[in-house]
């Protein structure tokens, strides 16, 4: 067991880069190559770590010798190493394009020196998460990923993000003391928090109490995987922060949340009585996030309402409960990892090029720019589930596991699932015809039309509770000189500019040309999706593979605990 | 194992208050919200590890854990209050840096949110919101603009 050394380098490794790279701060060039350098050996870990866990079993660790209840195990089986290889891609491409664009995304005032510590400490948490073998850690997982999230969305501290981020925020705190209260139950219930040991003794508990205990953890999971009802901070907030960093999130927070589900589903929890209520929520998390997809004006939050949306598939999934269903879970999650970060990287290409994601304010984008109009339209085929690409083949595999189990619920969700992917279709092909087809000119007349939307906003947004007096500015009973208050506004974002792309365009104020280091790892990344629709065979081979692990439970159970002797 | 009632009625009334703080606007008072709910999930791991006991040291020789205290629970609940601290400290700068921006620590609402329902209230297709707001009143667009806003929104 010569591999299982290399478990837990994919938490070590990006947080000693972490460490590194707060010392290089003054050096951003070696800053640089550091985190580079260390993504994409997590990345070759990773592949490592799949290659050995599908040929030898799950790899295990317990962390400092200690034995089960007291040890840590990192564990990393076929569903643990295929995400974390996904992430790790992900994660190293994400961070080039944000070299491309200028280290910190659209905002020059940003702390740059902090960017990049955080970015591995989010990597590392996220990795943490994966390989979590028992709760506490999984815990302990989810707050590091997290806290690097909080840093990286109020990037600069300007004011939509100090909104987005206090709404964020204390969400994802509320769900932490939630998930805190869990772990207190279970381990008062089972007198451990290791999920080998777990799965044996839930069996033993009185049906209440692990179902009490059940509905604790998914309600937690559900609030970081942005489940129906509650799943409404997440077009919220993710749309406000610089492109990279929602492009990020948005493929791997949310999955982590499911990943964690799909692990006590299956693992934890097998004979649940809860899968009905699942497929319901499944059901509702589809069409509520789509029919938000469909009413949005701008790219961003159009993608977040989808993203929402399409959690609902990878939670019909696991609410199946069949190798089929976990199957097709798990491959939906990793096309759906890439698929999303890709649409949110290119909507940072819009944004560069066009100066905004608005659809009211863009038009002619096909025009404009050809390659970002390809790099759009593929992956947005793909999310929709045109036939040859990736996501057609995911649905394909969902809608056939419902239809196998034949319930009428199952069916429902079957309809349900076709019902959104076609609207998914309709969203995106809305967005195409707004932003790509037409010109700028019929953009730039159809928005004169409009009441002035912005302006009202903005006025009543910054009045509040500000009253200006002889050269001071009175705030809650403090007098400021107006200039402090200038200096903090000049932070102020400017996210929604006055001019729309043809005034821009008619004034020369865009830049004509895309740096190719942003354009390259968003092409890389579409050619990735693309390419999952090649190795789908091989690919869902593997899930399948994986599934059938996940619910025969024993290569997972009994590798850790033999593990535990030595 | 004897729960500890003490431990369970305090806690409760923590995560209670804690909650009744949350729902409130102001960033500061759903800070001291959340500072008081995490207090009271981790007053429930004292109530997991149940009744106090020798301190959970091994000395050298036989591990004796007869009347030893669960150490778990503590571990678990440092590293809690470790995480807590540092949330704390984060939601106060973010409080603070709001009330420079604003001149309160209000949550806001979502903007873009109150656009779309704008962009509804002016298309005249839709009578789901009957919003008396301005935009709708002074809103002197032509039809075809509805047309096309029909479709967007």
Redesign the interface.
């Known amino acids: 067991m010569t591999t299982s050394v290399l478990v837990p380098m994919p938490v070590l490794l990006p947080l000693l880069g972490a460490g590194v790279t707060l010392m290089l701060s003054r050096r951003p060039r070696a800053q640089r190559i550091a985190t580079v350098t260390i993504l994409a050996t997590v990345a070759v870990l990773a592949a490592v770590l799949l290659v050995e866990a599908d040929r030898s079993g799950p790899q295990v660790v317990w962390l400092g010798g200690w034995s089960a209840p007291l040890g840590i195990a990192l564990v990393a089986d076929r569903l643990a190493a295929l995400m974390l290889l996904v992430s790790a891609v992900v994660t190293l491409l994400v961070l080039l394009y944000s070299l491309g664009q200028g280290m910190t995304g659209d905002d020059t005032e940003a702390p740059v020196s902090v960017y990049h510590p955080t970015f591995l400490v989010l990597v590392a948490g996220v990795s943490n998460a994966f390989l979590a073998g028992d709760l506490f850690n999984l815990f302990v997982g989810f707050e590091m990923l997290l806290f690097a999230s909080y840093v990286l969305l109020t990037l600069g501290g300007t004011s939509t993000r100090v909104r987005a981020g206090t709404i964020y925020v204390v969400v994802n705190m509320l769900s932490s003391a939630l998930f805190l209260v869990s772990l207190a139950a279970v381990y008062a219930a089972c007198g451990t928090v290791n999920l080998a040991q777990l799965s044996e003794r839930v069996d033993d508990l009185p049906d209440d109490v692990a179902l009490a205990l059940q509905l604790l953890l998914l309600t937690t999971f559900a609030i970081k995987a942005a489940v129906f009802p509650l799943s409404f901070w997440l077009p919220d907030s993710y749309p406000t922060a610089p492109a990279p960093v929602t492009a990020v999130f948005a493929g791997l927070l949310t999955k982590v949340g499911v990943y964690a589900i799909l692990r006590m589903q299956t693992l934890v929890f097998p004979d649940s009585p809860l899968s009905g209520v699942l497929m319901w929520v499944a059901l509702l998390t589809m069409l509520i996030g789509i029919l938000g997809a469909v009413a949005q004006s701008d790219i961003k939050r159009m993608l977040s309402f989808t993203l929402v949306s399409h959690i609902g598939y990878m939670i019909f999934g696991v609410g199946l409960a069949t190798a089929a269903g976990i199957s097709g879970a798990v491959f939906y999650v990793a096309h759906h990892i890439t698929i999303q970060t890709a649409l949110f990287l290119v909507v940072g290409l819009i944004e560069r090029r066009a100066g905004s994601a608005g659809l009211l304010r863009l038009g002619g984008l096909a025009r404009l720019s050809p390659v970002i109009a390809i790099l759009f339209f593929i992956p947005a085929m793909n999310l929709a589930g045109i036939p040859p690409a990736s996501g057609f083949i995911g649905k394909v595999g969902l809608l056939q596991a419902g239809l196998d189990v034949g319930t009428p619920l199952a069916i429902g969700l079957v309809v349900g699932g076709v019902l959104t992917s076609l609207l998914t279709l309709y969203a995106v092909a809305k967005t195409w015809a707004l932003a790509f087809w037409r010109t700028p000119e019929q953009a730039h007349e159809i928005a004169a039309t409009l009441p002035h939307l912005d302006e009202e906003l903005e006025d009543h947004h910054h009045a509040q509770g500000m009253v200006v007096h002889r050269d001071h500015v009175h705030v809650g009973g403090t007098a400021f000189g107006s200039r402090d208050l200038e200096d903090a506004r000049r932070v102020v974002d400017s996210d929604s500019p006055e001019r729309d792309l043809y005034q821009l365009l008619r004034d020369g104020a865009l830049p004509s040309r895309l740096p190719a280091s942003m354009v390259l790892p968003t092409a890389i990344l579409v050619v990735i999706t693309a390419l999952l629709t090649v190795v789908a065979g091989p690919l869902f081979a593997f899930t399948d593979r994986a599934a059938d692990d996940l619910i025969e439970r024993t290569p997972y159970v009994s590798s850790v605990l033999d593990e535990e002797g030595r | ?1 004897d ?1 500890n009632l003490t431990l369970i009625l305090t806690s409760s009334f923590l ?1 209670g208050t ?1 909650v009744y703080l ?1 729902l409130e606007r102001s ?1 500061t008072r ?1 800070l001291i919200g ?1 500072v008081l ?2 207090n009271g ?2 007053l ?2 004292m ?3 149940g009744p106090a006991g020798d301190p959970p040291i091994l000395s050298s020789g036989e591990p004796d854990d007869t009347g030893m205290a669960d ?3 503590q571990a ?1 609940v440092l ?2 209050i470790v ?1 807590t601290l ?2 704390t400290a ?2 106060l700068a ?1 409080a603070y ?2 009330w ?5 620590d209000d ?2 609402d ?7 329902r ?3 209230a ?1 298309d005249a297709a839709s009578d789901s919101y009957d919003l008396t707001l ?2 709708s009143a ?2 002197t ?2 039809d075809e ?1 509805y047309e ?2 029909g ?3």
């Open positions: 194992m729960a995560i804690g949350i960033l759903v959340l709910l995490s999930a981790n429930l791991f109530v997991a590890s150490p778990l629970p678990m590293t809690a995480i540092a949330t984060f939601l973010m840096r709001s420079q921006l604003h001149g309160n949550v806001q979502d903007i873009e949110d109150a656009q779309i704008r962009l509804a002016a301005e935009a002074e809103d667009a032509t603009v096309e806003e479709s967007e929104s």
